[in-house]
């Protein structure tokens, strides 16, 4: 039987957890160490967003955290890692309440060279799919800056409905997205 935090394997790619350890090397700029835990290759680029490395690593703060954590994007016939998807916190957080019950929210993002390839809608449906099966969740929020049109394309393919606008204090205006997986995956 598959655990929670076993990789999730879809026809072309592999979605790999990532530990507090291996989201540390990337905070620490250790392209060594967090390829030889992630046995896959890695870009600079996703060095890159130090800001998502060290909000992933404070959700370690949290015991219960690791199988929410951001899962590396590895492409299989590659072994290389092309972006991640993850989900912000555990399902139900006090913040999304105002938007929808049993909810988490999901981020994503794709290096340069291969975005525009479904890549992040690939990973999208099978870290949702995965959030359905192993632990009942079937609301989904997504943020998404109205000026990133092709993330835009990907939560309106996935049936997201916009429900409201918030002004992130790093990011600046999101669109804020809710889907329930029930409705539409």
């Known amino acids: ?3 929670p935090t076993d990789d999730i394997i879809t026809p072309r790619l592999i979605l790999r957890l990532m530990n507090k350890e291996m989201i540390s090397n990337f905070l620490e700029n250790d392209l060594e160490g967090a390829t030889l835990l992630l ?6 680029e996703m060095f890159a ?3 998502s490395w060290q ?3 404070k959700q370690f703060e949290d015991s219960d955290y690791l199988p929410w954590s951001a899962r590396a994007i590895i492409l299989a016939d590659e072994n290389k890692m092309i972006g991640l998807v993850r989900f912000h916190s555990k399902p139900n957080p006090e913040y999304l309440k105002e938007y929808a019950t049993n909810a988490v929210e999901l981020g994503y993002r794709i290096i340069k060279d291969y975005r525009k390839s ?3 809608t690939e990973a999208a449906i099978a870290v949702i799919n995965w ?3 192993n632990f009942g969740v079937e609301n989904f929020i997504a943020s998404v800056s109205p000026e990133n049109k092709d993330s835009l394309k990907l939560v309106s393919s996935l049936g997201f409905k916009k429900i409201s606008e918030v002004m992130d204090d790093i990011d600046g205006l999101e669109y ?3 889907t329930n997986i029930n409705d539409h995956l």
Do not use: P
């Not at 046995?39 to 600079?44: H, L």
């Open 176 to 178: 804020v997205f809710l």
């Open 49 to 51: 967003h130090s800001g």
């Open 55 to 57: 909000y992933g690593s």
């Open 1 to 3: 039987m598959q655990k």
């Open 131 to 133: 959030a359905n099966i």
């Open 118 to 120: 479904g890549y992040a």
């Open 39 to 44: 046995e896959a290759k890695i870009t600079v």
